[in-house]
Antibody, heavy 120, light 107 residues
């Protein structure tokens, strides 16, 4: 079954840009939607956004001004950038596949998560 | 933004008991835009239920979901030791939001 693996720096300085990549294996990235979700330490889950292989994106309105999700189908990867980070962006970042059945969509495959700390 | 409110925040039960977890939406979600996830300590969330009542692949039959409109329920018919975890509901009617979670702990 499809597997996802996040990678990127675990420490980012305040005001800089957080950049993460999700590698998708055992499944093509095409014809699916792919998402980023984060979880601050000890807290709940927050949807960041998704991308389709054709470039269609959707972002959480509360983060939209600072977030960009992109896809590289040749590498079977998609990426996340969050600009102007603060301590509030410290979280475990997950990549996930968006599954769908008729009108219902959900996150059916998840990476293990990567902890990103924002600190000087 | 649709807000999902889960109750109770913490539920203390014993193995073999029945667990009933609630998720209330700030506006109607129809009947198919609600999913449930289980998250164990140190692990990624796992999809349990989608479309309010359909079990995901490989999910045991003791897990069931119900509800429509603004009120949804996840029921675990007879708790197994491995079921003690945090449970989240999630809506996809308008973008995506998650509830704050219910921690199911051993009594």
């Amino acid at each position: 079954q499809v597997q996802l693996q996040e990678s990127g720096p675990g420490l980012v300085r305040p005001s800089e840009t957080l950049s993460l990549t999700c590698n998708v294996s055992n499944g093509a990235i095409k014809s699916q939607y792919w998402s980023w979700i984060r979880q601050p330490p000890g807290k709940g889950l927050e949807y960041i956004g998704y991308i389709h292989h054709n470039g269609i994106t959707n972002y959480n309105p509360s983060l939209k001004s600072r977030v960009t999700i992109s896809v590289d189908t040749s590498k079977n990867q998609f990426s996340l950038k969050v600009t102007s980070v603060t301590a509030a962006d410290t979280a475990l970042y997950y990549c996930a596949r968006v599954g769908s059945v008729t009108t219902s969509t959900f996150f059916d495959h998840w990476g293990q998560g990567i902890l990103v700390t924002v600190s000087s | 933004e649709i807000v999902l409110t889960q109750s109770p925040a913490t539920l203390s039960l014993s193995p073999g008991e029945r667990a009933t977890l609630s998720c209330r939406a700030s506006q109607s979600l129809s009947s198919s835009y609600l999913s449930w996830y289980q998250q164990k300590l140190g692990q990624a969330p796992r999809l349990l239920i989608y479309g309010a009542s359909t079990r995901a692949t490989g999910i045991p039959a003791r897990f069931s979901g119900s509800g429509s409109g603004t009120d949804f329920t996840l029921t675990i018919s007879s708790l197994q030791p491995e079921d003690f975890a945090v449970y989240y509901c999630q809506q996809d009617y308008l973008s995506y939001t998650f509830g704050q979670g219910t921690k199911l702990e051993i009594k």
